[in-house]
């Protein structure tokens, strides 16, 4: 059973950062499937996008254009933890940000339909 549980939300003033943490187990991955591990987010009102994404096998990551340079994703192989680093932080980005993961191979994927398994997400809050 595939489990994700994020952490490391909460509120920051325009211009922070926050690092967000996604616990991850019974997750196992190939060359060939189960690609993709990623970040979304989505806000009262608003469809939930995809902010960034990692090509599990191989470490290559992938941006929403509106977070490149400001968010970095990583993972940590060895504590099963997918991270993200988010920095000079803005009020559009409040949301509630989830982590998730994918059964099938779609590397660089930021759709949200192409994921399988999801956490229960953690609320980011940015104060002008």
């Known amino acids: 059973q595939v489990q994700l549980v994020e952490s490391g939300g909460g509120s920051v003033q325009a211009g922070g950062s926050l690092r967000l943490s996604c616990a991850v187990s019974?997750?196992?991955?190939?060359?060939?499937?189960?690609?993709?591990m990623g970040w979304f987010r989505q806000a009262p009102g608003k469809e939930r996008e995809g902010v960034a994404s990692?090509?599990?096998?191989?470490?290559?990551?992938y941006y929403a254009d509106s977070v490149m340079g400001r968010y970095t994703i990583s993972r940590d192989r060895a504590k099963n933890i997918l991270d993200l680093q988010m920095n000079t932080l803005r009020p559009e980005n409040t949301a509630m940000y989830y982590c998730?993961?994918?059964?099938?191979?779609?590397?660089?994927?930021?759709?949200?339909?192409?994921?399988?398994?999801w956490g229960q997400g953690t609320q980011v809050t940015v104060s002008s």
């Open positions: 998730a993961a994918e059964r099938g191979c779609h590397i660089g994927t930021l759709e949200p339909g192409n994921f399988d398994y």
């Open positions: 019974g997750y196992t991955y190939s060359a060939y499937s189960s690609c993709s």
């Open positions: 990692i090509w599990t096998a191989v470490g290559t990551t």
